[in-house]
């Protein structure tokens, strides 16, 4: 199944997450702090009058190197996360340079996951005035790119702040090293001449939309050579455009039996499980790709990511959908949570719905909100996005009960 098949597929199961909100007779008070995407607001309290403007930090500045001095690619991604949430990112320059600018927006750009507010608890008329530093103390710089460890630093200890800026000076990332073998099935170098012939005539077909051509030459191709995963695997795309289900599940399954270090094929049975709404299957196929995620463990973290066509946020995704329908709620947050941070080019706008339901269900209402807010940001021409609006008014109208009840309960 393509990739723009498989998302509409997946938008269209999306809005089962989207039950209707359970209220609780008492729900718990919000969260003291308001969420990273929150509106620009703060309690009244966290005003802090009168801050002495030397206090105040403008720019963080530094600049990203390796550790073997080579030279950095050009992806090179910095955040700023405060209290385990992003507030902020940019690029490093291809040197490796970076300037982010606090307190306002104008040289770098915020995620969904971001914070849109004021950065600090005072109001302020001048966007361009920066934070207090006391502010940063609960934030880190964290960078990272492809084939690098990410690398993290604290904004606290003997930072020096001048002129406004406070310099952190370099953040190393170590280069990591490709483990062989590890989602890349290495069946097409070790099949005979005939059968790569065979399978490669199967992916020019099967580009072309050829598609009876395509499982000609894939069944060929593992006829000659029955070890040959990526040929099943590309066999079983084919049936499955072919509407033959079955028979696609069963050459997946074959190519898992021959490398079950090759994940695609896992991908795609979860798949099918999830729109089946198989879930212990969707956990069990989405489990063995994340127990092989290189930055999900400390034994595989040298691999290079970028070389490997598997997306690991759609088995996040999967796996989160799977346990909060299996009543896991800390592990489908978890899940989502992580798919929200891989999805940097948000191919899967709708893990943000699959987060409302969760916050909703917590009684995080304001967070749930922000959630569905973020994904009509998002997906605003989807086609369940009148119905999320929809959700979203009744939350609005439900958070604000709560709000209404909190301030009762206080006089």
Same mark, same amino acid.
């Given at each position: 199944m393509s990739?723009?098949? %498989?998302?509409?597929?997946?938008?269209? #199961?999306?809005?089962?997450? !989207? =039950?209707?909100?359970?209220?609780?007779?008492?729900?718990?008070?919000?969260?003291?702090q308001p969420p990273p995407s929150a509106p620009p607001s703060r309690p009244a309290n966290s005003t802090v009058p009168n801050q002495p403007t030397g206090d105040l930090v403008m720019f963080l500045r530094g600049r990203v190197a390796t550790n073997d001095g080579t030279p950095l690619p050009n992806n090179v991604l910095v955040e700023r996360v405060c209290n385990n949430r992003v507030r902020q990112q940019l690029y490093a320059s291809p040197h490796g340079d970076?300037?982010?600018?606090?307190?306002?927006?104008?040289?770098?750009?915020?995620?969904?996951?971001?914070?849109?507010?004021?950065?600090?608890?005072?109001? %302020?008329?001048?966007?361009?005035?920066? #934070?207090?530093?006391?502010? !940063? =103390?609960?934030?880190?710089?964290?960078?990272?790119?492809?084939?690098?460890?990410?690398?993290?630093?604290?904004?606290?200890?003997?930072?020096v702040t001048l002129g406004g800026s406070l310099d952190v000076g370099a953040i190393v990332v170590q280069r990591a090293a490709k483990v062989e073998g590890m989602t890349l099935s290495a069946t097409p170098y070790k099949a005979p001449k005939d059968a790569r012939r065979a399978y490669e005539k199967g992916l020019e077909a099967a580009k072309n939309g050829k598609l009876a051509n395509a499982r000609k030459y894939f069944e060929q191709a593992v006829e000659i050579y029955p070890s040959f995963s990526n040929a099943?695997?590309?066999?079983?795309?084919?049936?499955?455009?072919?509407?033959?289900?079955?028979?696609?599940?069963?050459?997946?399954?074959? =190519?898992?039996?021959?490398?079950?270090?090759?994940?695609?094929?896992y991908l795609s049975l979860a798949l099918?499980?999830?729109?089946?709404?198989?879930?212990?299957?969707?956990?069990?196929l989405t489990g063995h790709i994340l127990d092989l995620d290189?930055?999900?463990?400390?034994?595989?973290?040298?691999?290079?990511?970028?070389?490997?066509?598997?997306?690991?946020?759609?088995?996040?995704?999967?796996?989160?959908?799977?346990?909060?329908?299996?009543n896991k709620i800390e592990d489908a947050e978890k899940s989502a949570l992580r798919a929200e941070h891989l999805d940097l080019r948000t191919h899967f706008p709708h893990t943000h719905l699959l987060l409302a339901e969760i916050s909703a269900r917590k009684n995080n209402y304001a967070m749930a909100i922000l959630e569905m807010q973020t994904y009509l940001e998002l997906a605003p021409h989807a086609t369940d996005a009148d119905q999320v609006?929809?959700?979203?008014?009744?939350?609005?109208?439900?958070?604000?009960?709560?709000s209404t009840s909190q301030k009762s309960d206080k006089n």
């Open positions: 990739h723009g098949s %498989r998302i509409l597929v997946v938008l269209a #199961i999306a809005m089962a997450l !989207l =039950a209707p909100v359970t209220v609780a007779q008492k729900p718990p008070a919000p969260p003291p970076f300037s982010m600018q606090l307190g306002s927006r104008a040289d770098s750009f915020v995620d969904a996951s971001g914070d849109p507010g004021l950065q600090s608890g005072a109001a %302020r008329k001048d966007s361009d005035m920066g #934070i207090p530093r006391r502010e !940063l =103390a609960n934030c880190e710089l964290r960078a990272s790119a492809s084939g690098f460890y990410p690398s993290v630093m604290n904004l606290v200890g003997d930072l099943w695997f590309q066999l079983g795309t084919v049936l499955q455009k072919q509407n033959q289900n079955d028979a696609a599940r069963t050459a997946y399954t074959q =190519a898992t039996a021959i490398d079950t270090k090759f994940l695609r094929p099918m499980a999830y729109q089946a709404e198989n879930w212990p299957e969707v956990l069990k290189p930055f999900n463990q400390q034994v595989a973290a040298g691999y290079m990511l970028d070389l490997d066509p598997l997306d690991y946020t759609e088995a996040y995704f999967y796996n989160g959908v799977a346990n909060y329908k299996l609006r929809e959700q979203l008014a009744k939350l609005q109208k439900l958070n604000g009960s709560v």
